[in-house]
């Protein structure tokens, strides 16, 4: 959960998360409405640049964060460039689909700036301040609700599932398949478990002292700027229009 | 199975975000109804999120030796019952989008509706029809649960078919190659799931049987012993 401790720890931690999100949001727009292979690249280096440089997250970290979507993208766009064979399943048959190269190579781009708008989003604002963003845009209270409780507790969960599994390979728990799969049960089952008992705890705890449907939490003080906003929109909004009149790839 | 931020083409990540609306809202008014029964199933159902969010963070021994992550639909479909998962799945695919960088925003809506839509559906028919033909509770949630995941899996290479037609051939090439790469993870994955699932549920029912039936829980009694 790396992401979300430099959610809390970067330099753009007390910038309006409207700021940042409308920036995101913009950015990833431009790639999805892109036809071109070089504008999503553009989204890409212009949030790489405002997350390594402006919100200070170290760049080998964003590196290595981005290179598990970069594994999927790549096996994704696998399944696009081969053809296979018409008639019957021969493995040796599988070739290159020379048609569907630009289609890739366009997916590939739109994916990449997609990934860094999403990173420069997830890495510079925390969980709470999308969730306050989120009920100011109207969403559902009872959902923001859930999802605070939700997050407070992914903590403890994954502390306790991490002690059980180093305890498991300590036993020599995952040596075998069907054992480990054993194991992943008994991991499943006692978290659950420990997920009902602790549901219970938090209900007799929080009735104890009023709970009347909504869980308020003060939010943070934001700097907000016009400047900002301005740049980043103008970014934005700019890399939209490239998007809309650049054209496809020959 | 997620598609990943910025997979989907424009017209199609919004058409899915659009269908997956109503879903969404379906499922939010049947927890509200069972929220208002009985006001523990609230919390119980946003720790049922986190713990469906850890599940997935956690790796599932897999033969082929590619990464499998557990989905958790077709159990959480037969413990919660069909509807609310819709909602669930929306949350644990915002947590996952904001603090993994797995799947993503724009593709949100197509994954509810593969993973919190069509897999809980099928798993839990599947469920409530392996249990009307008197099936063993442990062969019945196998089933749920495998099924669950390949409806998922099936309705993901549909999505990506539709928004990747091959220039000849079209949309069933496409699906025909999309479920062949992607079945090299997701018939493992489904197989190992379902095997968790009745441990899981083996362990429960031996360890503490009344979490699984309380009221507000879609099972009853007779049905967890195997």
């Known amino acids: 959960m790396q992401i979300d401790r430099f959610a809390y720890l970067n330099r753009w931690r007390r910038r309006h998360p409207a700021e940042k999100a409308g920036i995101a949001i913009l950015c ?26 402006g919100a200070r997250i170290p760049w080998r970290t964003y590196w290595r964060l981005l290179l598990v979507p970069l594994g999927f993208l790549l096996f994704g766009s696998l399944a696009i460039l081969i053809d296979l064979p018409a008639n019957g399943f021969d493995i040796r048959e599988i070739r290159l689909a020379t ?29 709470t301040d999308i969730l306050t963003l989120l ?7 009872l959902l923001l609700e859930l999802m605070l409780l939700a997050y407070r507790q992914i903590f403890l969960l994954l502390d306790t599932a991490a002690r059980i599994r180093q305890a498991q390979e300590a036993r020599l728990g995952y040596l075998s398949w069907f054992g480990g799969l054993r194991s992943f049960g008994l991991l499943g089952a006692a978290l659950l478990r420990q997920t009902f008992q602790q549901s219970r705890q938090l209900h007799l705890a929080l009735q104890s002292r009023g709970y009347r449907d909504d869980i308020r939490v003060l939010s943070p003080e934001f700097t907000f700027s016009l400047w ?5 929109g103008g970014a934005g909004l700019s890399l939209i229009v490239l998007a809309l009149i650049a054209p496809a790839w020959p | 199975m997620h598609i990943m931020e910025g997979f989907l083409p424009v017209e199609h990540a919004l058409a899915w975000s659009v269908a997956a609306v109503p879903c969404v809202a379906v499922g939010l008014n049947s927890i509200r109804k069972s929220v208002r029964r009985d006001p523990e199933a609230k919390l119980l159902l946003g720790l049922a999120t986190a713990f469906t969010f850890v599940l997935t963070a956690l790796k599932l021994p897999s033969v082929t030796g590619s990464s499998s992550h557990p989905t958790g639909t077709g159990f959480g479909a037969v413990l919660f019952g069909p509807l609310a998962m819709a909602p669930i799945a929306f949350m644990v695919l915002l947590f996952q989008a904001l603090l993994l960088a797995h799947g993503g925003l724009t593709t949100l809506g197509a994954n509810v509706i593969s993973l919190g839509v069509a897999g809980p559906l099928a798993g839990y028919a599947l469920f409530r029809l392996g249990r009307m033909l008197c099936l063993p509770g442990g ?24 928004a990747f037609p091959e220039p000849q051939g079209g949309f069933l090439a496409a699906l025909v190659k999309f479920l062949g790469v992607f079945s090299l993870t997701q018939l493992p994955l489904a197989v190992g799931e379902g095997i968790v699932a009745v441990l899981v549920f083996r362990a429960l029912a031996k360890h503490s049987l009344g979490d699984l039936t309380k009221p507000g829980r879609s099972l009853k009694s007779g049905e967890v012993a195997s």
């Open chain 1, 28 to 53: 990833l727009l431009a790639c999805l409405l892109s036809r071109s292979v070089m504008v999503p690249l553009l989204a890409a280096f212009f949030m790489g640049l405002l997350t390594v440089v």
């Open chain 1, 99 to 127: 048609g569907n190269v630009p289609v890739a190579a366009l997916l590939v781009s739109r994916s990449f700036g997609a990934v860094c708008s999403l990173l420069f989003l997830a890495l510079t604002t925390p969980m």
């Open chain 1, 135 to 141: 009920r100011r845009c109207g969403f559902p209270a």
């Open chain 1, 228 to 232: 900002a906003l301005a740049a980043g």
């Open chain 2, 139 to 162: 062969l019945s949630l196998f089933l749920a649960v495998a099924v669950a995941d390949l409806a998922t899996y099936l309705v993901t290479a549909c999505q990506l078919a539709l």
